[in-house]
T-cell receptor, first 114, second 109 residues
Framework: DAMVIQNPRYQVTQFGKPVTLSCSQT?????MYWYQQKSSQAPKLLFH???????NEADTPDNFQSRRPNTSFCFLDIRSPGLGDAAMYLC?????????????FGPGTRLTVL | GQNIDQPTEMTATEGAIVQINCTYQ??????LFWYQQHAGEAPTFLSY??LDGLEEKGRFSSFLSRSKGYSYLLLKELQMKDSASYLC??????????WGAGTKLIIKP
């Protein structure tokens, strides 16, 4: 089945230790998104790729970086995780950025920072 | 600023009907989405409205009034598995999704 896959589902890291989360998709969608979601809060968009065009949200901390080496894969790098970065990280894709292009989400990676 | 408002929590009884409201103020409007999110899981798409009126999809219906900046999600014949958070999101003029914080729906037997 075509889908959005995230690995790992659960990630534990130590304060300040770099971590990389991965997302892959078999939908052949042009757009990939990374969201951060904390408990009982709305998902917060960190950045998105439209094909290879990288779009960073103005309030995304420099501590967060992203790479999209090809259409199928996208990575989220957290260079020096702090306790406040503990959250669910959601990857989503959409065919395009038009009005009817629904975003489809992966299962998420829950990050714990010790 | 951009704002999406929805109730924090609602409780309903199995077999009943519940309506979850969403009001929005955004820079532009290119459609409104409802997503369902079970605890610890990713959001899953429920519905999309861009024109005024009611869209029905099985037990779930979604209504939109653009002039009032208002939408609701109607769930009929509630089942225990419907216990989840329901997120309202608006696609703004830059085609960015603006998300509400979600309404936690608790279903009681």
């Amino acid at each position: 089945d075509a889908m959005v896959i995230q690995n790992p589902r659960y990630q534990v890291t130590q304060f300040g230790k770099p971590v990389t989360l991965s997302c892959s998709q078999t939908l052949n969608h042009n757009v990939m998104y990374w969201y951060q979601q904390k408990s009982s809060q709305a998902p917060k968009l960190l950045f998105h790729y439209y094909d290879k065009d990288f779009n960073n949200e103005a309030d995304t901390p420099d501590n967060f970086q992203s790479r999209r080496p090809n259409t199928s894969f996208c990575f989220l790098d957290i260079r020096s995780p702090g306790l406040g970065d503990a959250a669910m990280y959601l990857c989503a894709t959409s065919r395009d950025r038009g009005t009817t292009d629904t975003q489809y989400f992966g299962p998420g990676t829950r990050l714990t920072v010790l | 600023g951009q704002n999406i408002d929805q109730p924090t929590e609602m409780t309903a009884t199995e077999g009943a009907i519940v309506q979850i409201n969403c009001t929005y103020q955004t820079s532009g409007f290119n459609g409104l989405f409802w997503y369902q999110q079970h605890a610890g899981e990713a959001p899953t798409f429920l519905s999309y409205n861009v024109l005024d009126g009611l869209e029905e999809k099985g037990r779930f219906s979604s209504f939109l009034s653009r002039s009032k900046g208002y939408s609701y999600l109607l769930l009929k014949e509630l089942q225990m598995k419907d216990s989840a958070s329901y997120l309202c999101a608006v696609l703004d003029s830059n085609y960015q999704l603006i998300w509400g914080a979600g309404t936690k729906l608790i279903i009681k037997p």
